[in-house]
Nanobody, 120 residues
Framework: VQLQASGGGLVQPGGSLRLSCAAS????????MSWYRQAPGNQRELVAA???????NYADSVKGRFTISRDNAKNTVYLQMNSLKQEDTAVYFC???????????????WGQGTLVTVSS
């Protein structure tokens, strides 16, 4: 199983970016999918998470600005980031809690990070 994240880049304060993370490989079902971020010198922190049925929760710092969504048919999770601030600068990581086969235990998989830089 692999998770491929994309969509990072350089954006000015107030701008927008959309991150994507696609899971591939032996996948029976994906439960929760999440986005985390890690800024230099900081611990990795949860940004947003979404259940298979679409229930979402967000870090207080991004509520009202970021929206997480997913396409179950494509095994893909998205993070729409609006009104970006310099403090949103970080490497963003996705993860997926999934089962590879019917009856197998659920495991957590991480994608590689994608860098988001918010700067004028």
């Amino acid at each position: 199983v692999q998770l491929q994240a994309s969509g990072g880049g350089l954006v000015q304060p107030g701008g927008s970016l959309r991150l994507s993370c696609a899971a591939s490989g032996s996948i029976f079902v994906i439960n929760t999918m999440s986005w985390y971020r890690q800024a230099p010198g900081n611990q990795r922190e949860l940004v947003a998470a979404i259940t298979r049925s679409g229930g979402a929760n967000y870090a207080d710092s991004v509520k009202g600005r970021f929206t997480i969504s997913r396409d179950n048919a494509k095994n893909t999770v998205y993070l729409q980031m609006n009104s970006l601030k310099q403090e949103d600068t970080a490497v963003y990581f996705c993860n997926a809690h999934l089962r590879e086969r019917y009856g197998s235990p659920a495991k957590l998989y991480w994608g590689q990070g994608t860098l988001v830089t918010v700067s004028s």
